[in-house]
């Protein structure tokens, strides 16, 4: 242990904003591993940007390697410490500064959980589109830096959409503030979109400017199914220009997922016959209830008559509103059925997306040591989620499974991480969707901007 | 001139795209400047990303600079060229490669123009939501080298939101290819946005996935007149709100532009009294066209209640639009009665326009030397573009009117570009938009990537 930087570090933040010892032994190192103890030297707790610098100048003239912790919800390893690591967690910097509810912005602090934000925005008849499982846990530092996704990346965008403005600290503690509040700002390099999506390997996001919208005043869903993609790809185009702007979701269910979904032992019971090989929930967001449901009324028959859509259901109040998105959303009633269960978050074009994943379903059955498998997805935006249950946790099925899933990858231009990131375990399989001179570019800039590798070392690049 | 260079060039190319002596001097430099010759040593035209890629090897060798030649409308000296350069002028890169209707997609080679893009979109029902003036010249490498924005942002984004995919060659030859079509990609550093805003500086744009939407059905439009800027911002939440995300466009006209743009020697009559403080004009852009009538009429006798608006008219026919957007567009029926015309394109937070630009207003006013000036802008987009009207040319007199325009910017954090991009005219103005560390950041990604500084050296930083 370095005694030296602790001594320092305790001299900028109070003692107790230093932990080390059996106070370090009580924090939890991820969300789904709280049974272990945390590996590292020492655990600090910043409650101001100025803190942050201070913390960085000296790790980065003692050479030390830092691991930001923000709420610990990543599926990648983007928060594995080691034995030498100094773990700096936001979970002090959680004020929110300011709502404007004229220039529809909110400024907040690194640490503040995605709920609280959604929540703040609603309050105002505003809204956050950012929405995902996690969002009471996930805090928007890591969401900025993780550029996290979600269920309405389609029409809202990605997390780097809804950033206007953002404060960083890079490695040795310079401070650069970006905290305008413009969706219009040309005046040089639009510096935070290097940090957005680094996964904290190339500064630490310490507030940001988000970008709210007025809150929507309908919401209509309904469920379909379906008996071949190019239908699903033909509906998605029928609907999108049907409401010019309103499709606010579009999500696939293969019939491997919604079966085990409604059925014992989940809660939930199926609004459509389980024989169809697709289903899509579809929503749509808007300024007038009923007329937007006759909207998507009319163009779900148009789609039954062109027989797009074999069958449909739409949600009538409320309670049909949570029964389909719970069918959706609820993936750990599916999970918890599969053992060993094994994660993917690709994405690749979405015309191509019923043939590759054929293709890689025969490929998994026909693998020794594969039980079942689920597969769902955001498809609008082309991100399919596959779990695969196994037989054992072996390295070398793992390493199959996961050669089967990315290799098709590589020649149709998909991504072995639509959303989840990179962290450490999805490292080694990065030449799947870049190239040899990406990846030495993705390393000069971390030379660049973290010469001494001190911030999240070991993610994403070496 | 550097006779071994230029014959290794022709050695790449042919003889007869590689110019230099008369040939080069037939060239123009700058839209706006086409009785000059070019200054430059040589103007070399490839036709492929590997002979770009070759260019800049050799180049890059001998510390040669370059200067990327588009469609040179930019409006800030983002093109200009010195007599040492070597020009690649990308207008023979113009192929269109290819259209996916279902994915929605487009992929392009830098030097196709932007109408072309257009155009193409619109022969399969789709659109490419950026728009502005110089669609008719400008090409997509030079837009989306420049980020540019246009009078769709609020709703779709600047140009960056629009690309999925970008290939880049880096000043050493180096080809990055990040041409991927996804909306979303969390495998490692999303590349393309170094690139994108970047003016050229960090390398070239060769070819590029663009996003395209449906089309949408209806295109309504109303002009209203407001007296009090604080009523600007409620019709736009008021709007935004009842829409539900169809507001396309928010154009907000001071009665100096307005005036001028509706009396002789312009074209246009009047829709609307002059005696108003401000005009808008806004678009809806929807699915059907008597319901999106309908509702935006509903929402704008609801703001004529509440006294936001004080009068207003609608397009009623299609002769009506090209009326009405004419007024606003056709900024050279204003520009050609201003002499000396000094241009501004500055964004601030939407909510502190009114009394910031009434600031700005009467310090012009007092200022010996100014004639007159215009005011208008993509409000929704916090941006506001100035002309103003002077008796002489001097720097003295230019370099004033900058600070009156630049000086209340720094406070309320405003940019001095909001869409033009700095280029060399507006570098000396930096600082008043960006910190000292974040113009060092700019630099240590410019030395990063371009260690001899040979991309159109002198733009954006040194």
Same mark, same amino acid.
């Given at each position: 242990?370095?005694?030296?930087? %602790?001594?320092?570090?305790?001299?900028?933040?109070?003692?107790?904003?230093?932990?080390?010892?059996?106070?370090?032994?009580?924090?939890?190192?991820?969300?789904?591993?709280?049974?272990?103890?945390?590996?590292?030297?020492?655990?600090?707790?910043?409650?101001?940007?100025?803190?942050?610098?201070?913390?960085?100048?000296?790790?980065?003239?003692?050479?030390?390697?830092?691991?930001?912790?923000?709420?610990?919800?990543?599926?990648?390893?983007?928060?594995?410490?080691?034995?030498?690591?100094?773990?700096?967690?936001?979970?002090?910097?959680?004020?929110?500064?300011?709502?404007?509810?004229?220039?529809?912005?909110?400024?907040?602090?690194?640490?503040?959980?995605?709920?609280?934000?959604?929540?703040?925005?609603?309050?105002?008849?505003?809204?956050?589109?950012?929405?995902?499982?996690?969002?009471?846990?996930?805090?928007?530092?890591?969401?900025?830096?993780?550029?996290?996704?979600?269920?309405?990346?389609?029409?809202?965008?990605?997390?780097?959409?809804?950033?206007?403005?953002?404060?960083?600290?890079?490695?040795?503690?310079?401070?650069?503030?970006?905290?305008?509040?413009?969706?219009?700002?040309?005046?040089?390099?639009?510096?935070?979109?290097?940090?957005?999506?680094?996964?904290?390997?190339?500064?630490?996001?310490?507030?940001?400017?988000?970008?709210?919208?007025?809150?929507?005043?309908?919401?209509?869903?309904?469920?379909?199914?379906?008996?071949?993609?190019?239908?699903?790809?033909?509906?998605?185009?029928?609907?999108?220009?049907?409401?010019?702007?309103?499709?606010?979701?579009?999500?696939?269910?293969?019939?491997?997922?919604?079966?085990?979904?409604?059925?014992?032992?989940?809660?939930?019971?199926?609004?459509?016959?389980?024989?169809?090989?697709?289903?899509?929930?579809?929503?749509?967001?808007?300024?007038?209830?009923?007329?937007?449901?006759?909207?998507?009324?009319?163009?779900?028959?148009?789609?039954?008559?062109?027989?797009?859509?074999?069958?449909?259901?739409?949600?009538?109040?409320?309670?049909?509103?949570?029964?389909?998105?719970?069918?959706?959303?609820?993936?750990?009633?599916?999970?918890?059925?599969?053992?060993?269960?094994?994660?993917?978050? %690709?994405?690749?074009?979405?015309?191509?997306?019923?043939?590759?994943?054929?293709?890689?379903?025969?490929?998994?059955?026909?693998?020794?040591?594969?039980?079942?498998?689920?597969?769902?997805?955001?498809?609008?935006?082309?991100?399919?989620?596959?779990?695969?249950?196994?037989?054992?946790?072996?390295?070398?099925?793992?390493?199959?499974?996961?050669?089967?899933?990315?290799?098709?990858?590589?020649?149709?231009?998909?991504?072995?991480?639509?959303?989840?990131?990179?962290?450490?375990?999805?490292?080694?399989?990065?030449?799947?969707?870049?190239?040899?001179?990406?990846?030495?570019?993705?390393?000069?800039?971390?030379?660049?901007?973290?010469?001494?590798?001190?911030?999240?070392?070991?993610?994403?690049?070496?």
């Amino acid at each position: 242990m370095n005694e030296n930087l %602790i001594d320092k570090l305790v001299e900028c933040l109070d003692a107790n904003r230093v932990l080390t010892g059996d106070a370090l032994q009580e924090r939890y190192t991820h969300i789904w591993k709280m049974d272990q103890g945390l590996v590292a030297q020492a655990y600090v707790l910043p409650k101001t940007t100025a803190e942050v610098s201070d913390i960085l100048q000296l790790c980065h003239s003692h050479n030390q390697p830092v691991q930001i912790f923000g709420g610990l919800t990543n599926l990648v390893g983007g928060t594995e410490t080691h034995p030498d690591d100094i773990v700096i967690s936001m979970e002090k910097m959680n004020f929110i500064e300011e709502i404007n509810i004229h220039d529809r912005t909110m400024r907040v602090q690194g640490g503040v959980v995605l709920q609280n934000i959604q929540q703040l925005a609603s309050d105002h008849a505003l809204l956050f589109p950012l929405n995902f499982g996690a969002k009471g846990s996930a805090q928007i530092g890591g969401i900025i830096s993780s550029n996290a996704g979600g269920l309405r990346v389609f029409r809202y965008g990605m997390t780097r959409n809804l950033v206007l403005g953002l404060e960083v600290v890079l490695a040795d503690g310079t401070i650069i503030n970006c905290l305008k509040s413009l969706i219009k700002d040309n005046s040089g390099y639009d510096l935070k979109h290097i940090f957005i999506g680094s996964e904290g390997t190339l500064g630490i996001v310490t507030r940001a400017v988000l970008r709210l919208q007025e809150a929507p005043k309908s919401r209509v869903s309904a469920m379909v199914a379906l008996q071949d993609y190019d239908n699903v790809v033909g509906l998605l185009k029928h609907l999108d220009r049907g409401m010019a702007g309103l499709l606010s979701g579009f999500e696939l269910m293969w019939n491997n997922f919604y079966t085990m979904a409604t059925s014992a032992p989940s809660q939930s019971k199926p609004p459509l016959e389980q024989s169809y090989k697709y289903y899509v929930l579809c929503e749509v967001m808007g300024s007038d209830q009923v007329a937007d449901t006759n909207k998507l009324y009319t163009l779900i028959e148009e789609a039954l008559d062109r027989r797009l859509v074999e069958d449909a259901v739409f949600a009538e109040n409320s309670s049909d509103l949570e029964w389909f998105w719970t069918i959706r959303e609820d993936v750990h009633a599916c999970v918890s059925q599969l053992s060993f269960d094994q994660h993917f978050d %690709i994405s690749l074009p979405t015309a191509k997306i019923g043939q590759t994943l054929d293709d890689v379903g025969k490929n998994l059955k026909a693998t020794t040591g594969v039980v079942n498998f689920v597969t769902f997805g955001h498809i609008a935006d082309g991100n399919v989620h596959i779990v695969v249950g196994k037989s054992n946790d072996s390295k070398e099925l793992t390493h199959t499974i996961n050669t089967i899933v990315y290799e098709p990858l590589k020649e149709i231009g998909g991504s072995i991480s639509a959303e989840h990131g990179i962290g450490e375990h999805k490292k080694a399989y990065l030449s799947y969707s870049r190239s040899e001179a990406e990846l030495n570019l993705m390393k000069t800039l971390k030379h660049a901007l973290d010469p001494r590798s001190i911030l999240n070392r070991g993610k994403i690049v070496d």
